[in-house]
């Protein structure tokens, strides 16, 4: 179920998706920190935060109700608490304290004949010779804030 977002190799270039989102421009727009929304880095920093301590009631009231991963909607109650455990692994969790291993870009897509802006924190995960293993953390801006709206990677081992 969820465990194939450990690694995703096969669709790299699909954006998340709880419908059709169509990437509006091929190219995402990369953001330097200074310009990132204070907001938004709140919410980032409550979410790893939470997933270091494995606080998933918490985490559920900072998702929407359906999160996206790896292209598939999911009913964020019926996630296994054990899928969170594989994808918050000790590895992960020791990038999240570095910020050297992270990245942030703006994504717009449309979504049921509307515009929305993805807001994506990309984390690479593992290095090797053949590439790297980047974990995508996906967020939306809602009435209520900002939300997780689904995870992704690419690469990997």
Known sequence: MLLACGNNSANINQPSSLETLITKDSLSNKVSPETIDPELLKT???????AKTKNYSLFKQISVDTV???HKPYSFSKIPIKCFIEIFDPMLLQRFRDTSYSEYLEKQ???????????QFQVVKESSAVGAW???????????????FGCDSFGGP
């Open 134 to 148: 980047t974990m995508t953390f996906d967020f939306i801006k809602t009435e209520y804030g900002y939300k997780f």
């Open 44 to 50: 980032w920093d409550k979410f790893k935060d939470l």
């Open 109 to 119: 897509i449309e979504k049921n004949n509307g515009e929305i802006v993805l807001h």
């Open 68 to 70: 996206d991963i790896c």
